[in-house]
């Protein structure tokens, strides 16, 4: 119950493309949704965040949306660019205590 | 103002010794928590200190160990390190109890022989 469930593995998009990743939970306890991007050799970078009391939020070129009732939610990349190139995590929080991850995308956005 | 920082960035050691990681968290954030990272698990919890004392625990043996200073300074020990404790070792701070954004440091690669 307490999984996030985090697809694609890996993805592939061209320079302007819109790459979507998907999560899934179970734990309706959860109350904050964040998205984190990691470089190689970094650690996680906040991104985005969003809770379930809204359907969207939009932060210059990413935009999370989310649906509590198929407790899912995602991650847009408007006009990806090469150096978006790196993993991205959701993850799922209930009121400031752990964060639980999904599994982590790799995107590479080709020139 | 400064990010999380973390000390050692590298660290090499054999399999029984056992080692310590040290974390500086943003200047005015009162909790601190531990992420371990490896290819296979993805990022796992560890455990979450606030006024030095340690909130929430996840799911490692107890040979995984944890504390936080009045400064807010958190370390976190490992004994009888085995094969399997090779990874990077993640910290995150924020300001505390109730105050979701977590803010991650660059981590420790730990390595194992």
């Known amino acids: 119950q307490q999984q996030v469930k985090q697809s694609p593995q890996s993805l592939i998009v061209q320079k302007g493309g819109i790459p979507i990743i998907n999560c899934a939970y179970e734990?309706?306890?959860?109350?904050?949704f964040p998205w984190y991007q990691q470089f190689p050799g970094k650690g996680p970078a906040l991104l985005i965040a969003?809770?379930?009391?809204?359907s969207e939020k939009k932060e210059g070129r990413f935009t999370i949306s989310f649906n509590k009732s198929a407790k899912q939610f995602s991650l847009h990349i408007m006009d990806s660019q090469p150096g978006d190139s790196a993993t991205y995590f959701c993850a799922a929080e209930t009121s400031g205590s752990r964060l639980t991850f999904g599994e982590g995308t790799q995107l590479t956005v080709n020139p | 103002k400064a990010g999380v920082t973390q000390t050692p960035r590298y660290l090499i050691k054999t399999r029984g010794q056992q080692v310590t990681l040290s974390c500086s968290p943003i200047?005015?954030?009162?909790?601190v928590s531990w992420y371990q990272q490896t290819p296979g698990q993805g990022l796992q919890f560890l455990f979450e200190?606030?006024?030095?004392?340690?909130?929430n625990k996840g799911n490692f043996p107890g040979r995984f160990s944890g504390r936080q200073f009045s400064n807010s300074r958190s370390e976190m020990n490992v004994s009888t390190l085995e094969l399997g404790d090779s990874a990077l070792y993640l910290c995150?701070?924020?300001?505390?109890?109730?105050?979701?954004?977590?803010?991650f440091g660059p981590g420790t690669r730990l390595t194992v022989l």
């Open positions: 969003i809770r379930p009391d809204v």
């Open positions: 734990n309706t306890a959860f109350d904050y």
């Open positions: 200047s005015g954030h009162r909790s």
């Open positions: 995150a701070s924020s300001l505390g109890m109730g105050y979701n954004e977590q803010f």
């Open positions: 200190y606030f006024s030095e004392t340690q909130r």
